[in-house]
């Protein structure tokens, strides 16, 4: 039951994906309503897997690499509904409904085939979870950043018929800057948590080497923007690197979580 309705999940975000290209490459006024109905439609469908997920399990579902990646996506799309679309930035469902469509359709075909991990407790749960929504907010941060670059070339390539399509420059620039202030304290409460487990010692490891200059080059971000007063193409170039680390340290495995 859990893979059907992740399957189903997967196919609206796919849906909703398509429909949003669509709308962004194929017509002349911004409507986003029908494929936010279906990815808001498609997202309530993953909650329910979840909770489904969770009751078969007994215990919330961070455990193997599947899992993880079934509650990113479910993650990435609850920041974006819950705060994209308040921030005035709905065109950022477009690449947050593929991301979420391809975490969701992964962990359908992998559920279940990877040996969990044998951690066990709050704080083993309180790692992972807080991480996993780190680097949701990471992402979207990155997709705004993503979106700057398309819309800085449609205005030097005086596109505007389709440049009025995407939020300007200035709001993608300080909706990046809040999805890092959102996800920077979720980042550094996931890796504290992590350094709390029973057994815990530095080994460098390469997950937990990765994740640490993640969050290095997330401070430089900061710094650069707070205290350097830097913004626009500079920082957005700074945020598609931190993503790179993201994406990197989110798939290298490691020599003690297992995934």
Partial sequence: ???????????????????????????????????????????????VALLVLTMQLKHFPVRSMP???????????ALYAILGRRW?????????????????????????????????????????SSLVASYAAFCLAAFCSLLYFIQSRRL?????????????????DRVAFRFILVGFPLLVVGMVSGTQMPGWSWTWDPKETLVALTGAVYVVYLHARVVAGWQGQRMNMILLLAFLCVLVSLLAPGRSHGY
């Fill in 67 to 77: 899992e993880v990646m079934a509650v990113l996506g479910w993650a990435l799309i």
């Fill in 1 to 47: 039951m859990t893979s059907a309705l992740l399957a189903l999940s997967a196919l609206g975000y796919w849906a909703s994906a398509i429909s949003f290209h669509y709308n962004l490459f194929h017509r002349k006024q911004r409507d986003w309503t029908q494929w936010l109905r279906i990815l808001l439609g498609s997202h309530a469908l993953h909650s």
């Fill in 88 to 128: 005035k930035v709905d065109a950022l469902g477009g690449i947050a409904a593929p991301a979420a469509a391809v975490l969701t359709t992964f962990a359908t075909f992998t559920l279940g085939h990877e040996t969990p991990h044998s951690y066990r407790g709050a704080w083993f749960g309180l790692h992972v």
């Fill in 156 to 172: 030097k390539e005086k596109k505007l018929h389709t440049a009025f399509l995407l939020p300007s420059l200035n709001t993608l």
